[in-house]
């Protein structure tokens, strides 16, 4: 298995549906500030990365649909559910008895929360009821109890959790306590279950224990150039610490592009998707303005030696970056060419589009003006439902498509169809 582009075939990918998890999130957790006891505003420390409290079936018929359109592309053997491998992980006392030790470790650091449920009638639960108290952090019968302070609403955001670079697999470590219990399973999955086995495997975690990595953050441009984005979720010291690994499978330059620390462009993919050999989806203040909500847009261009502390950044747009090592091309924008509409489909994740091949993407359906803006470009839209019934017929078709699927609860944990999945294997 290998990922050395954005574009190729995609034959390979990792999803996580919503679940029971969705169910226990509260309204305290969609606030990032709230009021201490002396009225000063501190970061919530129960804050779940979501803005809004979702209808849980909702969301997940509309996950559901984004897995159709995979699956109708790869084959029913070839879109993986997180869920699944996990319950594949635990089929032994040792596995559960291990897995569910770390995450009580890790409760405790991050909320100081001591486990009352007994432990041997978690680790005697059903094994899919097992995965189940990982994943929401609640027994659910024949009452319910908590196991762990917080669900895991995030994990449906699989990008995040690792990052596929040629044959190396990244495992990432996430700067919110919301979103570390997810990387510390996919850590346990990628090394119990064969899946992964082909992979070399760098556990950023263990190697840097007080830094922080997303993958949402990490564009494959193609195999010789990465895209890396030094956002809100990591940092200098972070991406110098897996620059090495990125050279030594293959990339001969990472661009890295210095964003405005804010949660609207919490990751590079917020902002920029390659969509074809020609196309990109770019939220147009990133790549045509140096300035953006009076940040100045930044890049900084590696090559295999040197250091990310030894270069200066220069002062510039990312579509002079780009053109400076020789790349050309044809931006649409997010949220089409008016500005209020730009900002309002980068908030929805209009430019975070998934490619299934190139010139063949998957979009939200709410993002109305970036897909007025694609087909103007010459991509043909349909909804998912027309994709998942006659795909064959489809893709032998050369014609450019953006494929719409539904959205209206989807883009309230701030994430879009690249979001969503995680590459293992592009042809």
């Known amino acids: 298995m290998a990922v050395q582009s954005e574009i190729a075939p995609i034959r390979q990918v990792l999803i996580h549906t919503p679940g029971q998890e969705h169910n226990y999130t509260l309204p305290k957790n969609t606030t990032e500030w709230v009021a201490d ?25 509309e996950h559901n649909e984004l897995e159709d359109v995979l699956t109708a592309f790869t084959g029913q053997d070839h879109t993986y559910q997180f869920r699944d491998l996990l319950v594949e992980t635990l089929q032994t006392p040792a596995q559960r008895q291990e897995l569910y030790n770390a995450c009580c470790t890790l409760d405790r650091k991050l909320y ?4 009352s449920v007994d432990t041997q009638h978690i680790l005697d639960l059903e094994v899919a009821d097992f995965a189940t108290v990982l994943l929401s952090g609640r027994i659910d019968k024949p009452t319910l ?15 995040d959790i690792a990052v596929a670079l040629n044959n190396a697999l990244v495992l990432t470590w996430g700067r919110w306590p919301a979103r570390q219990r997810e990387m510390l399973l996919m850590n346990h999955v990628a090394q119990q279950h064969p899946l992964f086995s082909s992979f070399t495997q760098f556990d950023f975690h263990k190697i840097c224990p007080d830094l922080f990595l997303e993958g949402g953050d990490f564009i494959v441009l193609d195999a010789e150039t990465l895209l890396i984005g030094l956002s809100e979720r990591n940092s200098k010291e972070s991406i110098e610490a897996v620059l090495p690994l990125c050279f030594g499978e293959g990339f001969t330059r990472v661009l890295l592009i210095d964003l405005p620390k804010t949660r609207s462009m919490m990751h590079l993919d917020t902002l920029f998707s390659r ?9 147009p203040p990133l790549f045509h303005d140096q300035e953006i909500n009076g940040h100045t847009v930044q890049t900084y261009c590696l090559e295999s030696g040197q250091s990310l502390f ?3 950044p220069v002062p510039q747009t990312l579509t002079d970056c ?46 109305s003006e970036t897909t007025a803006a694609l087909q103007q470009a010459g991509y043909r839209q349909i909804d998912a439902a027309d994709f998942i019934a006659n795909t064959a017929d489809h893709m032998a078709d050369d014609q450019q498509l953006v494929i719409t699927t539904a959205s209206a609860e989807l883009p309230r944990g701030r994430g879009g169809p ?9 042809a």
């Open 418 to 426: 690249r979001c969503l999945t995680l590459p293992l294997d592009r």
């Open 112 to 115: 100081g929360t001591e486990n």
């Open 275 to 283: 969509i074809s050999a020609t196309d990109i989806i770019v939220y």
């Open 322 to 367: 780009l053109r400076d090592q020789g790349y050309d091309f044809n931006a649409i924008n997010c949220g089409g060419d008016e500005p209020l509409h730009q900002v309002r489909e980068q908030w929805t994740d209009g430019a975070n589009a998934f490619t299934l091949a190139p010139g063949k993407i998957i979009s939200y359906a709410r993002n």
């Open 37 to 61: 006891e002396s009225g000063q505003l501190i970061q919530n420390p129960d804050y779940l990365l979501f803005d809004d409290i979702i209808s849980p079936g909702g969301m997940a018929a």
């Open 145 to 159: 109890e908590t196991v762990f302070k917080w669900p895991l609403p995030n994990l449906i955001f699989t990008r």
């Open 310 to 312: 030894d270069l200066s």
